[in-house]
């Protein structure tokens, strides 16, 4: 479940940026998203691990013997990063493959019919299967793009944008939402709602009218909470590390609130929780989970008190009409 939805969020957000590209020419200053693949090194061993845990061992030899023949000239102790922002009317991206010899590599594509052509100085361009992409080599890097333009300006390490992340995962993803300026998300929050209405008029429409009001004012303040969530939210990470040492596959999902946005002081409120059942999690469980409610406000706790004692009296009430008990035991 908790998987499930990390990817709705992943794929909403995603969803959400290439929407409002299209809203506006305005470009941010920095990528919106960043994709990060760890060192070669240690992403082909867990990939290994992992057909093999799938039941595919047959396949482990294969994927070894083309990776280690198509990177060669690559630098496998360095991370790969995949860079997207927008520009103009569309998504962009920047494809950044640490090289020690991009020459070598050149001369293995060009086995596969990827001749490049050299523009200039540093500058390529590929043509593979109808499709042209250019190549620029700098830093220690090179760089892909689906233009010249795209690659004018490149990062000096592309590295120092994904952080940690390749530390942390096999495979990662970080998108930050506050890269597009508001008018943009807003546009693109309320073609979302109007997508959203369009289609739960179409599922509800053959309900009862009670029926209909009652599903009506659930699912728009399901909306609401997710408008709330993407305005309020910072940055969204979700990681996949395959760790063939501890025979483990984990997939995380992390999400940054803005600071003093209503979502941030919840989770700052519910920082220093401790609980005295955390020792009851048997081991041998696979899975965990625990939910909390904190109320900070003193008339929400009034008013939570009144609906808990209504609640008890409504089950007491219960008991004493149907119970075969004597009343002194019930109300006792």
């Given at each position: 479940m908790r998987l499930n939805r990390c990817l709705l969020i992943a794929t909403l957000f995603v969803g959400l940026a290439t929407q409002a590209a299209t809203l506006t020419a305005q470009q941010p200053q920095a990528p919106i998203a960043a994709i990060s693949v760890a060192p070669l090194d240690r992403a082909i061993p867990g990939m290994s691990y992992l057909l093999n845990a799938s039941n595919i061992p047959e396949m482990v030899g294969v994927m070894e013997m083309m990776t280690g023949f198509y990177t060669k000239g690559?630098?496998?102790?360095?991370?790969?990063?995949?860079?997207?922002?927008?520009?103009?009317?569309?998504?962009?991206?920047?494809?950044?493959?640490?090289?020690?010899?991009?020459?070598?590599?050149f001369q293995i594509m060009s086995g596969m019919g990827l001749e490049p052509e050299e523009l200039a100085e540093g500058l390529y361009e590929i043509s593979a299967a109808g499709q042209v992409m250019i190549a620029k080599v700098a830093n220690g890097w090179m760089y892909?793009?689906?233009?010249?333009?795209?690659?004018?300006?490149?990062?000096?390490?592309?590295?120092?944008?994904?952080?940690?992340?390749?530390?942390?995962?096999?495979?990662?993803?970080?998108?930050?939402?506050?890269?597009?300026p508001a008018d943009m998300r807003d546009s693109a929050i309320a073609e979302?709602?109007?997508?959203?209405e369009r289609t739960m008029q179409q599922q509800l429409g053959?309900?009862?009218?009670?029926?209909?009001?009652?599903?009506?004012?659930?699912?728009?303040?399901?909306?609401?909470?997710?408008?709330?969530?993407?305005?309020?939210?910072?940055?969204?990470?979700?990681?996949?590390?395959?760790?063939?040492?501890?025979?483990?596959?984990?997939?995380?999902?992390?999400?940054?609130?803005?600071?003093?946005?209503?979502?941030?002081?919840?989770?700052?409120?519910?920082?220093?929780?401790k609980s005295d059942f955390t020792a009851l999690r048997p081991e041998q469980y696979s899975g965990y989970l625990r939910a909390t409610s904190v109320l900070n406000n003193d008339q929400e706790k009034v008013l939570a008190k009144e609906s808990l004692r209504d609640s008890i009296e409504q089950t007491l009430e219960m008991v004493r009409q149907q119970s075969e008990l004597p009343l002194e035991y019930v109300d006792a």
């Open positions: 690559l630098d496998r102790s360095r991370p790969i990063a995949i860079l997207v922002s927008f520009d103009g009317t569309a998504p962009d991206f920047q494809v950044c493959i640490p090289m020690k010899d991009h020459k070598q590599w892909l793009g689906q233009s010249e333009d795209s690659l004018s300006a490149v990062p000096e390490d592309p590295a120092a944008l994904i952080g940690d992340l390749p530390e942390r995962y096999s495979f990662s993803a970080k998108i930050d939402l506050q890269q597009l979302m709602r109007a997508g959203f053959d309900q009862f009218d009670t029926e209909l009001d009652a599903a009506q004012e659930a699912a728009l303040e399901k909306m609401e909470q997710l408008e709330d969530l993407i305005r309020a939210t910072q940055q969204l990470v979700i990681g996949c590390l395959i760790d063939p040492t501890e025979k483990k596959l984990v997939i995380d999902g992390a999400i940054q609130f803005l600071e003093g946005s209503d979502l941030a002081k919840q989770m700052d409120a519910q920082a220093d929780l």
